[in-house]
């Protein structure tokens, strides 16, 4: 079956540090890869993609590549802000028919000025 | 522009009470559509998703049930709610391609 393995949190960090969330994941078939990010009291948003190997979705700052050789989608950002406290979820996709969405427990992630 | 709505935003019942949940999408059409459940400090659990009107399937055993009764409305009920059904409810759209959007979130407290 499909699994995804995201480090545990939470994950405190300082204001402009250096992130990373590490990813992790088994699956049949090829599937595509997700970040989604949910801001405290909300829904969740999708932050980036990447949909084949060696793919780099990106968005905000963020960026994950997607590696087939080591099944990762690490998470990364440069120089963190306040704003981006909140959780983040890794995600896998296998098309079959309808898109099913595996996700990882979740990344809190908490930056202090 | 597609949306997704969900209502109530908040919600406490007492155990044994009946539910339901709405989500409605508008800007697209022939959504398929999904309801997750995230329990606190947990991660998501995909607990429905439809491909049609009329058309439910269940991802795992539980005290819920969902319904789509037109092509951009997707409910979940329950008849007697449980303690352990209190959660994070979200309910999400995709166009087929994979990608999935997320509704705004229902917060349930049963008591």
């Known amino acids: 079956g499909n699994s995804v393995t995201q480090m545990e949190g939470p994950v405190t960090l300082s204001e402009e540090a250096f992130l990373t969330i590490n990813c992790t994941y088994t699956?049949?078939?090829?599937?595509?890869l997700f970040w989604y990010v949910q801001y405290p009291g909300e829904g969740l948003q999708l932050l980036l993609k990447?949909?084949?190997?060696?793919d780099k979705g990106s968005n905000k700052g963020f960026e994950a590549t997607y590696r087939k050789e080591t099944t990762s989608f690490h998470l990364e950002k440069g120089s963190v802000q306040v704003s981006d406290s909140a959780v983040y979820f890794c995600?896998?996709?296998?098309?079959?028919?309808?898109?099913?969405?595996?996700f990882g427990t979740g990344t809190r992630l908490t930056i202090i000025p | 522009s597609q949306t997704i709505h969900q209502w109530p935003a908040t919600l406490v019942q007492p155990v044994g009470s009946p539910l339901s949940l709405e989500c409605t999408v508008e800007?697209?059409?022939?959504?398929?559509l999904y309801w997750y459940r995230q329990a606190a400090g947990r991660g998501l659990q995909l607990l429905f998703y439809?491909?049609?009107?009329?058309?439910i399937s269940s991802e795992v055993p539980q005290n819920l049930s969902a319904s789509r009764p037109q092509d951009r409305q997707f409910i979940l009920s329950s008849k007697k709610l449980l303690l352990s059904d209190s959660g994070f409810y979200l309910c999400?759209?995709?166009?087929?391609?994979?990608?999935?959007?997320f509704g705004p979130g229902t917060r349930l407290l049963v008591l």
């Open positions: 999400a759209w995709s166009d087929g391609r994979e990608t999935q959007y």
């Open positions: 699956a049949t078939g090829y599937p595509s």
């Open positions: 990447a949909t084949k190997a060696d």
């Open positions: 995600a896998l996709s296998v098309l079959v028919g309808n898109e099913k969405l595996t």
């Open positions: 800007g697209t059409s022939n959504p398929n």
């Open positions: 439809s491909v049609g009107i009329g058309q």
